[in-house]
């Protein structure tokens, strides 16, 4: 196994035919630049898993020896243990997947494949579909698109017509290697034999929600459904609910800090009074007029005097509030951005703090004052 930062991992979605893996190993090292994986896995039905055993891994060396040592292919490691069975939620092993249940297991099981490789930025992963059932190669389409980086891909192998699906065909050899087709009275050469990759483009979805609330999800389901929530063109309204800090979107919560909570307070007035803040990466200084205007705030929000004894949220005197800054403004924009982005995905330049204009630089929110509640 590569213990290499970088690892090349080939995961084949398969069925019946174990020969679509030699196909497409053969396709990916005649690429230019070549694709050699570090790892293979294959997932295929209980009976896949024998017809693979049997045909890539028999005591004659298996198909999968021969193709390495026909073009020298070196360091993969793929061994019997890495061909993994569909099983259903109770672990057990799925001859076929014919019922609800085994398609929903499946579902489960693809997605949680590809989530692990995936959580691994060392790690680039090419998703073959071009064997198993139609279903579970839409599973695996669906979770790259899902969990997918750009160094990710997605792809499918094409044999020339006369060798797809010969039980005796594996992959093209470079000299005169013949055979006697299941279809038809001539003989064929694999010598003769065409292979194509396809790729397949899908949509890279992962930057939509945070992959943390991903990782929380239990199932292929769930995924879905999060997903769903954070491509939603539905502006729902915002409440700010003061005692627990907190901005609450649908069934979302949002908890801020002190600091965070009261920008955003503040700027919601702007809002109803139709004003933006102005500012400038030059303003070292804080702005006298918005100091005092936080200070308010912070004392509407949290009672009278508080605002002399807040600190910034931070115990470290160096960092305690000294005004509205250029630099406080950045910083509680860009916070309050990235607790909006892990909850509710690419939605969240809804109600995030807007740059409106450059110069000079503006900020203001761009919801609909009807869209904003505050509630002591």
Known sequence: MN????????????GMSPQILTETVYALSMEKPAFIPDEIYVLTTQMGTKNCKLALFHENG?????????????????????????????????????????NRAVANQITQLIRDFTSDDNITLHVSIAGGRKTMGF?????????????????????QSEFEGEPDFFFPTPITDTFKPR?????????????????????????????????EANTFDDCVNLLQKSVSDDVLPINLNVKERSLIIGEDRILLSEANFTFYYWMTKKLKANQTITTSQY?????????????????????????????????NSSNAFKGVSYEFIRDRKSQIKTKLMEKIGINHSYYEIQKVNSHPLEYALKLSTNKVIVEF
């Not at 213990?3 to 080939?10: A, Y």
């Open 283 to 315: 303003d070292i200084d804080a702005n006298a007029t918005y100091t005092e205007e936080f200070r308010k705030c912070l004392d509407e929000l949290f009672g009278m005097g508080f605002s002399t004894r807040f600190d910034g949220d931070s115990t």
């Open 3 to 14: 213990n290499n930062k970088n690892r090349k991992i080939l995961l084949s979605i398969l």
């Open 183 to 215: 279809k038809g009275d001539q003989f064929l050469d694999r010598k003769d034999a065409v292979i194509e990759l396809a790729d397949l483009p899908f949509v890279r979805m992962s930057q939509a929600i945070n992959k943390k609330f991903l990782k």
């Open 139 to 159: 599973y695996a389409g669906y979770a790259l698109s899902m969990f997918g980086r750009e160094q990710d891909r997605l792809s499918h192998v094409l044999v």
């Open 62 to 102: 298996g198909w999968f020896h021969k193709l390495c040592s026909t073009y020298n292919l070196e360091g993969i490691h793929f061994t019997e243990k890495n061909i993994l069975s569909t099983v259903d939620e109770d672990e057990r092993p799925i001859d076929d997947i014919r019922t609800s249940e085994d």
